[in-house]
């Protein structure tokens, strides 16, 4: 049976999943929370974050109305069954005309209806819907649950100023999408107001979100994103640069043309094809596409980094979290 024949039992369901919304939607208005909060005390990421929190509130509420109109349809073919049974338990009666013979043989057929087939059609109905409502609801909620995780987050950083805190407070990997969202929330938001944690704490949260992409390679997109935005933060804990780049002894030189002993500020440069030894980017968009490059005892202190997700890119930013001042090379 198709999953749009929805039995009686969808009903009860739709109804109440249309009251967990309908009472979700008092304490989570938009209005309610700008009334509560005055105007220079809530900034503009948590207004936007509050409003699709309650448009996605309000698309589960239609949803419900369009299950609860699906319902009524499997309703009444539910009820076609029924009366197509009270019809064989009509004819079932000729035995008064026809004999005991025939009138066992509808007998059976009709037991064999009402013990097996219909039960079974019903079960198989019920159970479409309710995985049909299962899986609609979820997608409807998960805006909502990202929603909520990134305020959780920004809410919790702006209270305690702690960084691993408000990591620790949003981001529970059972919903990996959330997470790897409000970690990214809380990155950005700690590089602008210049908060300082340990880059431990960075590393952790990195491998976290690596371990949810190994599971699921299908939030890899996202995860790259969250991670990009640890790098940037990462990089605004280095303290700025003064005096002249820390001379380091030549290795074996890679096949690669060499810059070095160079202070690059408030510039954009693509690293793919060099060999980066001595150098400082300061204030600098880092670019790199995951070609061959090398680096030795490279600083990045402010920067925000544009990068493809590669293998050698991945490597790159594992090097980025790990050291103050990088060598590796990638190649």
Known sequence: MQGANRGPHSSEISSQVSDGVDNMKIPLALDDYTEVLPEDEMDQDLKKALKEMTDAISGLSRHTVETRTNSAGAFEVER?????????????????????????????ALVAIVTFWIPREIAIARSGITDSVKIDTAAQLLPLQIQLAKITGLMELRQSKDVAQAIDQSADFATPRPAIEAIKAIAQQARAEKLITSPSVLREVNAQIQNAVSSDPKLNKDAWSARLALLDYRSALQQPFHGNPVLTPSPAAPSLPLMQEFVFRDARQKLDGFFWKDIVFENTRIEYDGGPMALQNVRFINCTFTMKYTPRADKFAELILDQNDISGSLS
């Not at 076609?80 to 064989?88: G, M, P, V, Y």
């Open 80 to 108: 076609s069954i029924q009366a197509k049974l009270e019809i064989l338990d009509e004819r079932s009666k000729w035995h008064r005309n026809i004999g005991w013979g025939i009138a066992t043989l509808y007998g059976a």
